[in-house]
Every structure is written in C-alpha cells, then in structure tokens.
C-alpha cells in the first residue's frame, strides 16, 4: 500500500518527497494515524462532498500555504490547525505535493444553475472586484495563490465565506477575499457556493494539471512559491 505507484518522480529528491508524502497522507505522520489525510480527504484527493474540500488537482503553492496557515492560526480551524501544528514543515510540504500530483475530478453531474452576475462582474456601486478576475470564469483558477474553486462542496465554500465575514479566516495576501466577501448578501454568498459545486474543475483527466514532478519542484522550493501567491493590484 506504501509503493510509489502511479506517481513517477524524475528524481531522487522528487522521489523522496513522493514517499514521504504518500507515507503522510496515509500513515498521518506525526499527526497520527488518527489523523491520517486519506480517511477524511479520500485516497483519491475528491474531499467528502460537504465540509471537507477536494485536494487533488489544487496548486501545491496555494495548499502548503494553507498547511501553514493552519499552523500559524491565520486560519484557525478546529480539525486542521492542531493536525498542521503536528506535522513538520518537511511532512506538510510533502503530502500537499503528494495531494496536488492528483487528477483533479471530472464533475460528471452538471446541474444547470446560473452563474452569478456579481461572480463574473462584480459591483462596482458597491466596490465588488469580479470574483472571475482572480479566479477564472468556470472557478477554475488564476495562477498561484488564486485558487481553484470550481466542484469544491458548496457547504465548505459557504463556510469560508462565513469566516471571512467573521474575520476568522484572515490568510488572504492584502485582505482581498476580506474585501471581497464583505459586501455580499447570504443570498448572493449562497448562489455563488451553489454554482461552484457544479464547475467541472477538469475538462478531462489530461487536460494538463501539474504533474508530480512539477509539484514535487514547487514544493521544494517554499520561498519562491510563496512570493509569486500574491495577486499585483
Ligand atoms: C478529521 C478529518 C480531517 C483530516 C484527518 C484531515 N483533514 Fe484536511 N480538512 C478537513 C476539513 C473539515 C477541512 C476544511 C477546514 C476549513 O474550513 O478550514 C480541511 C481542509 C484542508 C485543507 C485546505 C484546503 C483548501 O482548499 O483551502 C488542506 C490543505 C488540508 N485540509 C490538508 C490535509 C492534510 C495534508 C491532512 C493530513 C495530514 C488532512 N488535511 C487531514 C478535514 C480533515
Ligand atoms: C484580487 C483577487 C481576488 C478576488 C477579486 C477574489 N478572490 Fe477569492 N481568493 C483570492 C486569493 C488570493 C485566495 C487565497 C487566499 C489564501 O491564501 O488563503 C482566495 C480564496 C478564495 C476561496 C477559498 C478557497 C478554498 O479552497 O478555501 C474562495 C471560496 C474564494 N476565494 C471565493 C471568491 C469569491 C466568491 C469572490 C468574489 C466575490 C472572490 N473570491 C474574489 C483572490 C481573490
């Protein structure tokens, strides 16, 4: 079960940081095997459907800073903060790289619902940047530190804007998400999570997500990562 399977690493330190973050993802490291990844994110990385967001397929720059957010209480949260606070930087670094090599999922079942006109154009009246500026017109994403939203479950989408709101969650570079999320109604937060569980984050399993190489590169090299997150405006 511990193999490297179906991830190749194009070198030794790819390779290392491959096994250990397999090793993490399954085993909790030293979280604990109680707080192994894989028994509430999945095997595959595809989250639970509800409060616990998909993995696979996300940019590892955006998911290690989140492990150390988590650790640092920029974003306080009773089930991920003690488990970051417990791994060390090695062992977060490596199985976010593990989780991001993952396919990101094909979301089969399209549901039509409207997108949100406040998602793709804002509301300049009300000083709301379109949220497609930074995240793509389907959520899937704009360059590191812009996260991918799309298929993510609608209840745990709904749950960061909560926290945004509450200022609870405050690791967004320059308080963009703060701004952005303050001016909305519960009526529009509610749509636009809606909608986003329908996005399909992948065209189809080859439509060029990270490979585990390129992730396994990213991941080794946290400074530069973290200093191309931050969105320039
Ligand atoms: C007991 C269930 C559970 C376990 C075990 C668990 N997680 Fe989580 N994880 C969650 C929940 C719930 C959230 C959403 C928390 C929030 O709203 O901030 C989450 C969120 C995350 C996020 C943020 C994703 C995003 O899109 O911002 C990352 C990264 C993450 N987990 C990685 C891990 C890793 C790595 C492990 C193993 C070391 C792990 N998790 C173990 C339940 C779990
Ligand atoms: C100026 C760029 C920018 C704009 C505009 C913006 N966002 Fe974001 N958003 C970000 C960044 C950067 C992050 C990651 C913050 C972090 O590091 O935790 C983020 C994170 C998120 C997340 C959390 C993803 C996760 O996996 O936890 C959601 C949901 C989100 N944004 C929704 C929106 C919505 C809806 C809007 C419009 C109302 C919007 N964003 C507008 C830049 C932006």
């Not at 154009?121 to 009300?126: I, K, L, Q, T, V």
């Not at 899937?140 to 209840?155: D, R, Y």
Request: charged share 20%.
């Amino acid at each position: 079960m511990l193999t490297a399977g179906c991830h190749p690493a194009t070198n030794q330190t790819d390779a290392a940081l491959t096994a250990t973050g397999e090793l993490v993802a399954l085993s909790g490291g030293g979280a604990g095997a109680r707080n192994a990844c894989f028994s509430c994110h999945g095997l595959d990385g595809q989250g639970d459907g509800d409060s616990v967001p998909r993995l696979a397929g996300m940019d590892v720059g955006y998911l290690q800073k989140q492990m150390q957010d988590y650790a640092d209480d920029l974003r306080p949260d009773p089930v991920m903060t003690p488990i970051a606070k417990r791994l060390t930087e090695d062992e977060r670094r490596a199985v976010v790289a593990w989780y991001a090599a993952m396919p990101a999922p094909v979301n089969e079942a399209r549901r039509e619902v409207r997108v949100p006109a406040v998602y793709l154009e804002g509301d300049a009246a009300r000083g709301i940047i379109p949220c497609a500026s930074c995240h793509g017109d389907n959520g899937q994403g704009a360059g590191p530190g812009n996260p991918a939203l799309a298929g993510q479950p609608a209840a745990y989408t709904l749950e960061q804007f909560r926290r945004w709101k509450r200022t609870d969650r405050r690791n967004d570079p320059r308080g963009v998400m703060t701004a952005a999320v303050a001016p909305l109604t519960s009526g529009e937060m509610v749509a636009i999570a809606a909608w986003l569980e329908t996005r399909s984050p992948s065209r189809s399993p080859d439509s060029g997500g990270p490979t585990a190489s390129v992730s396994a590169s990213a991941a080794a090299e946290p400074a530069a990562s973290r200093g191309i997150r931050r969105p320039d405006r």
